[in-house]
């Protein structure tokens, strides 16, 4: 069975730094893109970035300068470093795969709330 379990959302200053982790188990994510997206209250779900299997990534405008995507294919784990938080980016942070066109694969969610 795959699975996707993101960790590591928090409450946090705004500033301040959180880092989440998403962990895939049932099969190997190392030849898919990887991505996060969030979901604020009241908000439609929003794609935040996305890393390729080539390690190439890619960022909303919204988070570019302040959040990093990485992946450890041996680990089969994908990673989300948050600097310099601001109260808008509290959301439910979920983490995804990709297969060709469809993310297909999707977490439960880690919420993240910064505080001003």
């Known amino acids: 069975q795959v699975q996707l379990v993101e960790s590591g959302g928090g409450l946090v200053q705004a500033g301040g730094s959180l880092r989440l982790s998403c962990a895939a188990s049932?099969?190997?994510?190392?030849?898919?893109?990887m991505g996060w997206f969030r979901q604020a209250p009241g908000k439609d779900r929003e794609f935040v970035g996305r890393?390729?299997?080539?390690?190439?990534?890619y960022y909303v405008d919204s988070v570019k300068g302040r959040f990093t995507i990485s992946r450890v294919n041996a680990k089969n784990t994908m990673y989300l470093e948050m600097n310099s938080l601001k109260p808008e980016d509290t959301a439910v942070y979920y983490c995804?795969?990709?297969?060709?066109?469809?993310?297909?694969?999707w977490g439960k969610g880690t919420l993240v709330t910064v505080s001003s």
């Open positions: 049932g099969r190997s994510f190392s030849g898919y893109d």
């Open positions: 995804a795969s990709k297969n060709g066109v469809t993310w297909n694969y």
């Open positions: 890393i390729t299997w080539s390690l190439s990534t």
